[in-house]
C-alpha cells in the first residue's frame, strides 16, 4: 500500500507558478512511476504528466508540455509538479497517482494509489 498526500495548492493569477507536492508513505517509492492528472468541475479526470521510478523518463499532455515540469526525489518520497505560465483553463483538483507497473503512461486505469487531490485556482 501507498498513501499519498498532495501539497501547494492555491489561488494563483494567470501567468503565474505554483509547485504542487506529493508526499509518499512507504519504504519503496522509488520503484512506483508517478503521475499528475486533473479533473475540473464538470469535466473528466485528465493526465497531465507522469515521470518512471528512475526519474529518467517523462512524459507531459500536450496542453501543459512546456509551460509543466514533472520531478521526484525518490530519498524523501516525493513527487513534484512545477506549473508556469499558468491559465485560468488549468484551474482544477491536481491529483497524484502511484503505479506498480513501470510505464503506465495517461491512461488512470493504469494506476493503483491515488491522493485525495489539492485545488488549483487561476483567476483571470
Known amino acids: 500500500q501507498v498513501q499519498l498526500v498532495e501539497s501547494g495548492g492555491g489561488l494563483v493569477q494567470a501567468g503565474g507558478s505554483l509547485r504542487l507536492s506529493c508526499a509518499a508513505s512507504g519504504r519503496t517509492f522509488s520503484r512506483y512511476a508517478m503521475g499528475w492528472f486533473r479533473q475540473a468541475p464538470g469535466k473528466e479526470r485528465e493526465f497531465v504528466a507522469q515521470?518512471?521510478?528512475?526519474?529518467?523518463?517523462?512524459r507531459y499532455a500536450d496542453s501543459v508540455k512546456g509551460r509543466v515540469t514533472i520531478s521526484r526525489e525518490n530519498a524523501k518520497n516525493t513527487v513534484y509538479l512545477q506549473m508556469n505560465s499558468l491559465k485560468p483553463e488549468d484551474t482544477a483538483v491536481y491529483s497524484c497517482?502511484?503505479?506498480?507497473?513501470?510505464?503506465?503512461?495517461?491512461?488512470?486505469?493504469?494506476?493503483?494509489?491515488w491522493g485525495q487531490g489539492t485545488q488549483v485556482t487561476v483567476s483571470s
Open positions: 515521470i518512471s521510478g528512475s526519474g529518467v523518463s517523462t
Open positions: 497517482a502511484a503505479a506498480e507497473r513501470s510505464y503506465p503512461g495517461c491512461s488512470q486505469y493504469l494506476y493503483d494509489f
